[in-house]
């Protein structure tokens, strides 16, 4: 066991890194990553298993000897304390989260009690262990830009741009950010807090717009899109998230915030249309036959318009930049899609028929 602070950086040597909500999409790109790069630590990945947790996501790495799953909810304190005291970790990356906006509107509660109360559970249990001894520590939490707001057609969201959640959703991880911030002014706590774009790829639960769009697609059902289709959204492949996330737990500065995105603005509609593009040529249809199947439906409400990050900081001071160009991308991501097909079928065969049943065809 050991750990040297060299700078800011933080090498870890035989450390144990609690991950959690490392069973949803952007978790399980960040534990297969940790896992396989860092056989020294030891992993443990702690996750309720929500509708959007999945352990199927994680069979390639499920038997590796640093690995461990523990099934939990950060919401009861309990259990949290508990976790805490039987593997007392170095380093904590915190994901789990309520993480669907449409959701957020129809059931605002759970965003409560998981992103706000189950992110104060980590922080004191986190706090719990290391105020004797913070060196070397490492709280981190992942955030979205959607706590700045929306954009207008110019400018975009720096690490100072002022916080103005719109809906339920972007208000609790707000929320959750001030309070990692206030644990870090008040009680020294380490920590460091990452602001993303949208992610897309392999894994993502078929609510998001891109893997319902593509599922949508493969089963000939209209493609639902909100209002006029001219919101814009700033999309990051997820396996970079996992790279920028990978750099900042390691190298980020204790205190500091990051934005991550992928300079890679769409308007909801044109990206549709590049879908079915690409889904035409995957499937074999004759090329506009997707397209038929785009329907208008009634806007979210409170829809934020356009986010765009600036994610120079990261850039400049830590050297990420993303790995992949849009285009191709999202031919992985379809790639992925058609060839898991079984993943895909056993999550819309459960509680997702009901949900669609409730969001699409009753609103
Ligand atoms: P997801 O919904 O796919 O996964 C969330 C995971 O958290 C699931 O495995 C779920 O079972 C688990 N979870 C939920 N409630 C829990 C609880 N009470 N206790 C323990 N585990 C619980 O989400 P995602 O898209 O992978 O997002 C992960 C994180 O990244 C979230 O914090 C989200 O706010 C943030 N983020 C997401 C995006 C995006 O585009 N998806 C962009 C920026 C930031
Ligand atoms: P989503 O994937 O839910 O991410 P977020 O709301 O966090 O940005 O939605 C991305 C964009 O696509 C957003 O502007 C809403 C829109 N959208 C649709 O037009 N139709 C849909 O069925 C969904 C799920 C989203």
Redesign the pocket.
């Known amino acids: 066991m050991g750990m040297a602070e060299t700078g800011n950086k933080i090498e870890f040597m035989k450390r144990t890194i609690l991950i959690t909500g490392g069973a949803g999409f952007i978790g399980s790109h960040v534990v297969r990553r940790f896992v396989n790069k860092y056989p020294d630590y030891l992993i443990i990945n702690a996750d309720k298993l929500t509708y959007a947790g999945n352990l199927e996501n994680l069979t390639d790495i499920e038997n590796k000897t640093n690995y461990r799953f523990e099934k939990m909810d950060i919401v009861n304190k309990q259990q949290v304390l508990d976790l805490f005291k039987k593997y007392h970790f170095d380093g904590v990356i915190h994901l789990a989260a309520e993480s669907?906006?449409?959701r957020s509107i129809t059931g605002p509660d759970e965003f409560v009690f998981t992103n706000i109360v189950g992110t104060v559970n980590l922080l004191n249990a986190a706090l719990g262990i290391w105020k004797d001894q913070p060196e070397g520590k490492r709280f981190y939490h992942i955030s979205t830009d959607?706590v700045y707001g929306s954009l207008g057609a110019e400018g975009l969201f720096t690490e100072t741009t002022p916080y103005d959640p719109k809906s339920p959703y972007s208000a609790s991880k707000a929320s959750s950010d001030h309070l990692v911030r206030a644990y870090k002014n008040t009680f020294k706590l380490p920590v460091v807090i990452s602001n993303c774009s949208?992610n897309y790829g392999p894994n993502q639960f078929p609510?998001?717009?891109i893997p319902?769009v593509i599922n949508n697609i493969r089963n000939n059902k209209p493609i639902?899109?909100?209002g006029k289709?001219e919101?814009i959204?700033d999309w990051l492949f997820v396996e970079d998230h996992a790279s920028a996330i990978d750099i900042i737990f390691h190298s980020g500065k204790t205190g500091e915030t990051y934005n991550i995105g992928g300079e890679n603005e769409w308007k909801?509609i044109d990206l549709i249309k590049l879908l079915c593009n690409i889904m035409d040529k995957k499937l074999g249809r004759q090329s506009g036959s997707s397209e038929k199947l785009i329907t208008y439906v009634k806007d979210?409400a409170g829809?934020d318009m356009r986010y765009a990050i600036d994610s120079s900081k990261l850039t400049r001071e830590l050297g990420w930049s993303p790995s992949l160009d849009f285009e191709h991308g999202l031919e992985k991501t379809v790639d992925w899609y058609l060839t898991n097909q079984k993943w895909m079928e056993r999550i819309i065969s459960g509680d997702y028929e009901k949900y669609y049943d409730q969001q699409y065809n009753k609103r």
């Open positions: 669907h906006v449409d959607e949208n609510e998001k717009l319902l639902p899109v909100y289709g919101n959204r909801n979210r829809h």
